[in-house]
């Protein structure tokens, strides 16, 4: 069974911080998801990974497969960033291939 | 294009009462998921669609039914209310009914209290 462990589960930065948020997963993954929600409870997708790295605005985001691990990257953080990020990986092993395994999601808070 | 609507956005049940939690989408995606999402833990998938007429269980399926008679539709059954339902409910649908690689667009959720 794959499962994924983000840390940290809190993390409080000042503004103009650079921000890392990580993702681990245990099994082989065909794809790795980072995910939004925002304070009123929406949740957006920002980006789906199957290798080396994507860039969009400040947020990077990097996986390394050999490592089971990805990473998320705001650069300049803003207080408009504070949300709730959450990865998911979906396994091309698990019983459907359609469903994703989600981590527990980082809280993260951008002071001004 | 709205995306995907649910409603209610907030609900109070008693136990042992029933409700259906609506879901829609107007971008004709084939895959459509129900999840609950609780403190400290990571969203969990209820039941799942890859087209209309076809379901299947997810993780946790106890509970609750569904139907798909048309692609744009999802509704969520809970038969008999518990305190244990006690959640935040996302709809979410994708274009593809076969990869885990496809974009996920999320309801707004709804929330639900069992007393």
């Given at each position: 069974k794959n499962e994924v462990e983000q840390s940290p589960q809190n993390l409080t930065a000042q503004e103009g911080e650079f921000i890392t948020i990580n993702c681990s997963y245990s099994v082989g993954i065909s794809a790795l998801h980072w995910l939004q929600q925002h304070p009123g409870g929406g949740i957006v997708s920002l980006f789906m990974l199957s290798s080396g790295k994507k860039k969009h605005g400040r947020l990077i985001a990097t996986i390394n497969i050999q490592e089971k691990h990805s990473s998320l990257h705001i650069t300049a953080?803003?207080?408009?960033?504070s949300a709730v990020y959450i990865c998911a990986s979906g396994s091309a092993?698990?019983?459907?291939?359609?469903q994703l395994t989600f981590g527990s999601g980082t809280q993260l808070t951008v002071l001004p | 294009n709205a995306g995907v609507t649910q409603t209610p956005k907030f609900q109070v049940l008693k136990t042992g009462q029933s409700m259906t939690l609506q879901c829609a989408q107007?971008?004709?995606?084939e895959y459509m998921s129900w999840y609950r999402q609780d403190p400290g833990m990571g969203l969990r998938l209820i039941h799942y669609s890859v087209g209309a007429g076809i379901t299947d269980q997810g993780e946790v399926p106890n509970g609750y039914n569904v139907s798909r008679s048309t692609t744009e539709d999802f509704p969520l059954r809970l038969l008999s209310a518990a305190p244990s339902q006690t959640s935040v409910y996302f709809c979410a649908s994708s274009?593809?009914?076969?990869?885990?690689?496809d974009t996920q667009y999320f309801g707004p959720g709804t929330r639900l209290t069992v007393l």
């Amino acid at each position: 069974k794959n499962e994924v462990e983000q840390s940290p589960q809190n993390l409080t930065a000042q503004e103009g911080e650079f921000i890392t948020i990580n993702c681990s997963y245990s099994v082989g993954i065909s794809a790795l998801h980072w995910l939004q929600q925002h304070p009123g409870g929406g949740i957006v997708s920002l980006f789906m990974l199957s290798s080396g790295k994507k860039k969009h605005g400040r947020l990077i985001a990097t996986i390394n497969i050999q490592e089971k691990h990805s990473s998320l990257h705001i650069t300049a953080s803003h207080p408009r960033d504070s949300a709730v990020y959450i990865c998911a990986s979906g396994s091309a092993s698990s019983g459907s291939a359609r469903q994703l395994t989600f981590g527990s999601g980082t809280q993260l808070t951008v002071l001004p | 294009n709205a995306g995907v609507t649910q409603t209610p956005k907030f609900q109070v049940l008693k136990t042992g009462q029933s409700m259906t939690l609506q879901c829609a989408q107007d971008m004709n995606h084939e895959y459509m998921s129900w999840y609950r999402q609780d403190p400290g833990m990571g969203l969990r998938l209820i039941h799942y669609s890859v087209g209309a007429g076809i379901t299947d269980q997810g993780e946790v399926p106890n509970g609750y039914n569904v139907s798909r008679s048309t692609t744009e539709d999802f509704p969520l059954r809970l038969l008999s209310a518990a305190p244990s339902q006690t959640s935040v409910y996302f709809c979410a649908s994708s274009y593809s009914s076969g990869s885990v690689s496809d974009t996920q667009y999320f309801g707004p959720g709804t929330r639900l209290t069992v007393l």
